[in-house]
């Protein structure tokens, strides 16, 4: 295992938007990982059913304090994973955190749409909860589809805009709230830029914690807003060849 130690660089135009106290609070705990990370990962498997490269390298895009570290490790048996995150507070707990696993990972201080990796560089991107605070989102896509080698996976976990506009999220987290999306505006931002994008591949969900009514107005027979609250996508990078075919349609 490697660490690269944060530097003290800030970009001078910040293109996200950081979690509050309580959201970075949230992230680190039990609750999180047992609920969030670890089943956003199991509900990733039947979705990358027919993916499995041997030893990939794995990129944690906005990795937070490397929660999930372990799960990717336990997940896809990578040969490297690299942790990529703008907050220098969770990027020192990070490191730490990755010291406990047994795969080679490098922890970078860096925003992510400006990572100074070469392009074809990762088998595996996985994006958590990272969409909803960059205001740059089609940069961000952009970069992900060059660092993800041909037939490379991006996985893309995270709330959509009925759940990051109501208001106890918009109280207790931090989003900028123009740059928020439904689960379908996602899934054709990636299409946008390129992705393949399969429907099978897709998980659009209401879990009853991300309803405004806790799920209460269901049990209750009281008709509820059915758009959905989480977004699971697999998007995968075409081959040369599929590219090229698909820039030559009509």
Known sequence: MSAQPPS???????????ESRFGRWLMGTRLWYRDVLSRALAD??????GYQPE???VLDAGCGEGLA???????????AIVGLDLDKDQINKAIRRAARI???????????????????????????HLLHHTLAQDAMVQKLMRLLKPGGVLLV????????????VR???????????TAQDYVQLMRQQGFIVDDARCAMRRPWWSRRTLGLAQKLGIP????????????QKPYPQEEDERLAQP
């Open 8 to 18: 003290d660089h800030t970009p001078p135009h910040p293109v996200w938007v950081r």
């Open 44 to 49: 990733f498997a039947p979705l990358l059913e």
């Open 55 to 57: 030893k990939p390298t």
């Open 69 to 79: 570290f372990k799960l990717l490790e336990r997940q896809f048996s990578p040969s």
């Open 102 to 128: 047994k795969t080679q990972t490098h922890i970078i201080l860096e925003d992510v749409s400006q990572a100074s990796f070469r392009d074809d560089t990762f088998d595996i991107i996985f994006a958590h």
């Open 157 to 168: 976990a995270g709330p959509c805009r009925m759940f990051t506009q109501s208001w106890p």
């Open 171 to 181: 109280w207790l987290f931090r989003h900028p709230a123009s740059a928020q999306k």
């Open 224 to 235: 509820n807003n059915p758009e959905p609250t989480m977004l699971l996508l697999v998007a």
